[in-house]
Protein backbone atom coordinates (compact mmCIF):
# COMPACT_ATOMS: atom_id res chain seq x y z
CA UNK A 1 0.00 0.00 0.00
CA UNK A 2 1.62 3.39 -1.02
CA UNK A 3 -0.87 5.61 0.40
CA UNK A 4 -0.69 9.41 -1.13
CA UNK A 5 1.21 8.54 -4.40
CA UNK A 6 0.16 10.64 -7.32
CA UNK A 7 -2.17 7.81 -9.95
CA UNK A 8 -3.23 8.00 -13.47
CA UNK A 9 -5.85 5.97 -14.94
CA UNK A 10 -5.49 5.33 -18.27
CA UNK A 11 -7.99 4.02 -20.79
CA UNK A 12 -6.67 1.84 -23.03
CA UNK A 13 -7.99 1.55 -26.27
CA UNK A 14 -7.67 4.78 -28.18
CA UNK A 15 -5.60 6.08 -25.56
CA UNK A 16 -2.78 3.86 -25.48
CA UNK A 17 -3.23 1.64 -28.57
CA UNK A 18 -5.48 2.80 -31.65
CA UNK A 19 -8.48 1.64 -31.21
CA UNK A 20 -9.11 -0.40 -34.12
CA UNK A 21 -12.13 -2.21 -32.37
CA UNK A 22 -11.52 -5.22 -30.05
CA UNK A 23 -7.65 -5.87 -30.53
CA UNK A 24 -6.73 -8.40 -28.23
CA UNK A 25 -3.66 -10.21 -30.24
CA UNK A 26 -0.55 -8.08 -29.68
CA UNK A 27 0.67 -8.37 -32.85
CA UNK A 28 -2.17 -6.35 -33.67
CA UNK A 29 -1.46 -3.41 -31.08
CA UNK A 30 -0.47 -0.18 -32.54
CA UNK A 31 0.61 2.23 -29.94
CA UNK A 32 -0.60 6.05 -29.95
CA UNK A 33 2.04 8.18 -30.57
CA UNK A 34 3.56 9.21 -27.58
CA UNK A 35 2.09 6.71 -25.02
CA UNK A 36 5.38 4.41 -24.28
CA UNK A 37 7.02 7.59 -23.71
CA UNK A 38 4.63 9.11 -21.47
CA UNK A 39 4.04 6.00 -19.61
CA UNK A 40 8.18 6.23 -19.29
CA UNK A 41 8.49 9.40 -18.02
CA UNK A 42 5.45 9.92 -15.64
CA UNK A 43 6.61 6.38 -14.18
CA UNK A 44 10.03 7.95 -13.45
CA UNK A 45 8.45 11.28 -12.29
CA UNK A 46 7.11 8.67 -9.69
CA UNK A 47 3.59 8.33 -10.71
CA UNK A 48 1.15 5.33 -9.95
CA UNK A 49 0.15 4.12 -13.44
CA UNK A 50 -3.30 2.50 -14.18
CA UNK A 51 -5.26 1.21 -16.94
CA UNK A 52 -9.16 0.47 -16.46
CA UNK A 53 -10.48 -0.84 -19.93
CA UNK A 54 -13.82 -2.17 -20.92
CA UNK A 55 -13.71 -5.73 -23.19
CA UNK A 56 -17.16 -6.61 -23.55
CA UNK A 57 -14.87 -8.38 -26.13
CA UNK A 58 -14.95 -11.39 -23.70
CA UNK A 59 -18.82 -11.28 -22.85
CA UNK A 60 -19.04 -11.42 -26.38
CA UNK A 61 -16.90 -14.29 -26.93
CA UNK A 62 -14.76 -12.27 -29.74
CA UNK A 63 -11.77 -13.36 -26.94
CA UNK A 64 -11.16 -14.88 -23.66
CA UNK A 65 -9.94 -13.21 -19.89
CA UNK A 66 -6.64 -15.68 -20.68
CA UNK A 67 -6.23 -13.30 -23.80
CA UNK A 68 -6.54 -10.00 -22.09
CA UNK A 69 -4.78 -10.67 -19.30
CA UNK A 70 -1.56 -12.21 -21.84
CA UNK A 71 -1.86 -9.07 -23.78
CA UNK A 72 -1.80 -6.36 -20.88
CA UNK A 73 1.29 -8.44 -19.89
CA UNK A 74 3.11 -8.31 -23.39
CA UNK A 75 2.10 -4.59 -23.55
CA UNK A 76 3.58 -3.89 -20.05
CA UNK A 77 6.74 -5.69 -21.20
CA UNK A 78 7.43 -2.93 -24.04
CA UNK A 79 6.56 -0.63 -21.26
CA UNK A 80 9.38 -1.25 -19.62
CA UNK A 81 11.72 -1.36 -22.16
CA UNK A 82 11.15 2.54 -22.39
CA UNK A 83 11.39 2.40 -18.67
CA UNK A 84 7.78 2.60 -18.11
CA UNK A 85 5.64 0.67 -15.46
CA UNK A 86 1.47 0.17 -15.66
CA UNK A 87 1.13 -1.06 -11.78
CA UNK A 88 -2.21 -2.98 -12.73
CA UNK A 89 -4.69 -3.51 -15.57
CA UNK A 90 -7.90 -3.38 -14.26
CA UNK A 91 -10.42 -4.83 -17.38
CA UNK A 92 -14.20 -5.61 -17.24
CA UNK A 93 -14.98 -8.83 -19.27
CA UNK A 94 -18.80 -7.75 -18.87
CA UNK A 95 -21.78 -6.91 -20.95
CA UNK A 96 -25.86 -7.09 -19.92
CA UNK A 97 -27.44 -9.28 -22.07
CA UNK A 98 -24.60 -11.11 -23.64
CA UNK A 99 -25.04 -14.66 -24.68
CA UNK A 100 -22.41 -15.93 -22.86
CA UNK A 101 -23.98 -15.97 -19.54
CA UNK A 102 -21.74 -15.84 -17.13
CA UNK A 103 -20.58 -12.43 -17.98
CA UNK A 104 -24.01 -11.55 -18.64
CA UNK A 105 -24.73 -8.35 -16.11
CA UNK A 106 -25.22 -5.27 -15.31
CA UNK A 107 -21.74 -5.12 -13.54
CA UNK A 108 -20.17 -2.38 -11.79
CA UNK A 109 -17.41 -2.41 -13.78
CA UNK A 110 -18.15 -1.25 -17.12
CA UNK A 111 -17.78 2.20 -17.45
CA UNK A 112 -19.47 4.52 -17.47
CA UNK A 113 -19.99 3.01 -14.19
CA UNK A 114 -17.30 3.86 -11.78
CA UNK A 115 -16.32 0.17 -10.73
CA UNK A 116 -13.25 -0.23 -11.97
CA UNK A 117 -11.87 2.99 -10.79
CA UNK A 118 -12.90 2.62 -7.27
CA UNK A 119 -11.39 -0.46 -6.68
CA UNK A 120 -7.82 0.87 -8.16
CA UNK A 121 -8.54 3.37 -5.49
CA UNK A 122 -9.34 1.06 -2.34
CA UNK A 123 -6.73 -1.53 -3.22
CA UNK A 124 -3.81 1.24 -3.69
CA UNK A 125 -5.29 3.35 -1.13
CA UNK A 126 -5.45 6.34 -4.06
CA UNK A 127 -6.49 9.98 -2.40
CA UNK A 128 -9.18 10.95 -4.95
CA UNK A 129 -7.42 14.90 -5.22
CA UNK A 130 -4.19 12.92 -6.36
CA UNK A 131 -5.85 10.45 -8.97
CA UNK A 132 -6.70 11.43 -12.69
CA UNK A 133 -8.36 9.40 -15.35
CA UNK A 134 -7.63 10.18 -18.95
CA UNK A 135 -10.01 8.52 -21.63
CA UNK A 136 -11.00 8.92 -25.07
CA UNK A 137 -14.76 8.78 -24.52
CA UNK A 138 -17.61 10.31 -22.75
CA UNK A 139 -18.25 7.24 -21.35
CA UNK A 140 -14.49 7.51 -19.60
CA UNK A 141 -15.05 10.84 -18.05
CA UNK A 142 -18.26 10.02 -16.77
CA UNK A 143 -17.27 7.53 -14.73
CA UNK A 144 -14.44 9.31 -13.44
CA UNK A 145 -16.60 11.95 -12.37
CA UNK A 146 -19.08 8.92 -10.73
CA UNK A 147 -16.15 7.82 -9.03
CA UNK A 148 -15.18 11.31 -7.82
CA UNK A 149 -11.99 12.08 -9.57
CA UNK A 150 -11.15 14.37 -12.36
CA UNK A 151 -11.26 12.96 -15.33
CA UNK A 152 -8.83 14.46 -19.07
CA UNK A 153 -10.40 13.64 -22.32
CA UNK A 154 -7.54 13.00 -24.65
CA UNK A 155 -8.44 14.47 -27.95
CA UNK A 156 -4.69 14.97 -29.51
CA UNK A 157 -2.70 12.92 -31.41
CA UNK A 158 0.40 13.03 -28.87
CA UNK A 159 -0.55 11.39 -25.63
CA UNK A 160 2.91 12.47 -24.22
CA UNK A 161 2.74 15.86 -25.22
CA UNK A 162 -0.63 15.92 -24.25
CA UNK A 163 -0.04 14.75 -20.65
CA UNK A 164 2.90 17.07 -20.45
CA UNK A 165 0.09 20.21 -20.81
CA UNK A 166 -2.19 19.00 -18.16
CA UNK A 167 0.68 17.74 -15.67
CA UNK A 168 2.80 20.84 -15.90
CA UNK A 169 1.63 22.30 -12.54
CA UNK A 170 0.00 19.34 -11.47
CA UNK A 171 3.20 17.13 -11.50
MG1 LIG B 1 -11.24 4.21 -25.38
ZN1 LIG C 1 -17.82 -5.49 -15.38
Redo the contacts with the bound molecule.
Keep these: MRIGKKAILF ?5 LNI ?1 SGYVYRYENIRWIDGAREAVARLTEEGWLLFVVTNQSGVARGFYTEKDVMKLHKQMNKEFRKYGGNITEFFFCPHLNGAEISRYNMDCNCRKPKPGMILQAINKYGLIKENTFLV ?3 RR ?1 IEAAARAGIKGFLFEGDNLNLFLKNIFREKG
Excluded at 11 to 15: N, Q, W
Design positions: DRDGVDGDSD
